[in-house]
């Protein structure tokens, strides 16, 4: 039925069901305007699980809403964020659901420059007040990094710069990840370039990068956009190498720049940057090296000039030893009235004492000490008796309390202990020679292993010349005979005979030698 026939004579208004209402309002709308292109700010954005992206477009006095789905939305090169001003393109439509209509939007932009910068100063302030552009949190760059990663697109011109002046300056190992420079796959590939890299590992079959170098050539504000998202500058924030931008002219900024560990004005000097002049590296050694060799002679030539000066402080060595000269002559002219001084004194006193031992003096004393012992002989017999006799008291008593009985049960006791510890000590003996017995045959059986006689029951021989083991050819050839030891016994191997030495002449004889 349509929606528009006249009623039938006898029936009033026609009936429609809600779904049918529904549907001609979306045939109606969608016939009317098909694709539109709407400028407006957008206001609510919902990003749910399922990708797809529900915002809300605004002008000062009305709101339509709008719906990008997610396979769309992974295309867009500019993702819609609130408060931005956009261009959006699609088709209206009606979603019976909820009785609203609403734009199924294929493609939208920023509605021309100032919406573009409008929204990169909102990026940079949330950044700027996240601290990812503080100084404080940049690295420094490697003053000689081993290997350089680089992440730009391989086709262009810019990839064969960096090279070309990495090559004039100081050759590096350069790993390259390709990207897109530009369009909507710019910004994720950056971003996964950049994590790739630093998920590298340190000395691996493909090791991580000492510094990486994000560049692209100059271009539109359009063209550089991939690098004002968002992601691809908290993934340069975040990557653990140190990172220098290098995006577009000089006068090209883009929101990598501010959270870039430096930035380059041109990848070209993103190169320079990066490594060393070798030339100016060698020249400034070579400058360093002349100077620590004249500093060095420099300093010999002071302290050999101030050596100089202290030894002519020094007095000379003749006038050290004239005082001690002195004193040894004046010493020397002492010594001979001393000793002939001291030789009186002890003639003197030898003099002296012998003036006292005369014969009758010496008799007198050899008579006093002969009644001394005459007197003592007197007192020594009894003394004698009594301490023998004291003695022999003493040794009877003893010999009354050794008695046999005791004598034989203890001579029985400890033979029975000595039988004991000999026991023991036989048998300690015996384990002691089995001991050494079997450590001796392993040695043996030790020094069999290691001798070369078994080697020689394998099939090996062993080869002598002139009394020495030969080890090679060339002693072989200079050996007079040749000996070789099998396992059952030594042959000789005949060689070349040794060379006769030349007896020398006997000495002509000399006058009156017998011939």
């Not at 199924?104 to 940079?124: Q, S, Y």
């Not at 002349?290 to 060595?317: E, I, K, N, V």
């Amino acid at each position: 039925m349509d929606l528009i026939d006249d009623p039938q004579d006898g029936l009033n208004s026609p009936e429609f069901s809600v779904t049918e209402l529904s549907g001609a309002i979306k045939r109606v709308i969608e016939g009317e305007f098909g694709h539109v292109r709407i400028r407006g700010e957008v206001g609510r954005v919902s990003r749910p699980r399922s990708g797809h992206i529900y915002l809300d477009l605004k002008d000062d006095k009305s709101v339509i809403s709008g719906v990008i789905w997610k396979g769309v939305s992974a295309k867009l090169e500019t993702q819609p964020e609130e408060g931005m001003e956009v261009v959006a393109t699609g088709r209206v439509t009606t979603f019976g659901g909820q009785s609203k209509y609403q734009i199924v939007i294929e493609d939208i932009k920023p509605a021309g420059m100032g919406a573009l910068m409008a929204l990169l100063e909102k990026r940079k302030k949330m950044l700027a007040a996240e601290g990812l552009f503080d100084p404080a949190r940049k690295r420094p760059l490697p003053y000689l990094p081993e290997i350089i990663g680089v992440v730009t697109s391989p086709s262009g011109a810019v990839i064969r710069d960096i090279l070309h002046r990495l090559r004039d300056r100081f050759p590096r190992k350069v790993l390259i990840w390709p990207v897109a420079v530009q369009g909507a796959k710019c910004a994720p590939e950056v971003v996964r370039a950049i994590e790739g890299f630093n998920a590298l590992t340190p000395g691996g079959a493909l090791p991580r990068p000492d510094l990486l170098i994000v560049a692209r050539g100059g271009g539109s504000v359009e063209d550089l956009w991939g690098f004002n998202e968002e992601s691809v500058a908290r993934a340069a924030a975040a990557s653990q190498i140190p990172l220098i931008s290098a995006v577009g002219h000089e006068t090209d900024t883009t929101l990598i720049d501010f959270v870039s560990d430096k930035r380059a004005p041109t990848p070209t000097a993103a190169a320079e940057l990066a490594v060393p002049v070798r030339h100016e590296l060698a020249a400034w050694l070579e400058t360093q090296e002349a100077r620590m060799g004249q500093m060095l002679s420099q300093g010999l030539t002071r302290r050999g000039q101030r050596l100089r000066d202290m030894a002519r402080a020094l007095p000379r060595p003749e006038t050290l030893l004239d005082g001690p000269r002195q004193r040894l002559d004046r010493a020397a002219e002492k010594l001979e009235p001393a000793l002939i001084a001291g030789v009186q004194r002890r003639r003197v006193r030898l003099a002296d004492v012998s003036g006292s031992l005369r014969p009758a003096t010496l008799n007198r004393l050899l008579d006093n000490d002969r009644r001394r012992l005459a007197g003592l002989a007197t007192r020594l017999d009894p003394a004698l008796l009594r301490t023998i006799a004291a003695k022999r008291d003493r040794y009877e008593a003893r010999a009354k309390a050794f008695r046999p009985e005791a004598l034989a049960q203890d001579h029985q006791r400890k033979s029975g202990t000595l039988a004991q510890i000999s026991l023991r000590l036989s048998e300690a003996g015996q384990r002691q020679t089995r001991n050494w017995r079997q450590k001796i045959d392993a040695l043996d059986r030790l020094r069999e292993t290691l001798s070369y006689k078994s080697t020689l029951a394998r099939g090996y021989a062993v080869v002598r010349g002139d009394g020495a083991v030969i080890t090679g050819k060339a002693a072989a050839k200079k050996a007079t005979t040749l000996e070789i030891e099998f396992a059952d016994g030594r042959v000789e191997v005949g060689g070349k005979a040794p060379a006769k030495k030349k007896t020398p002449p006997p000495p002509a004889p000399e006058q009156g030698t017998l011939l």
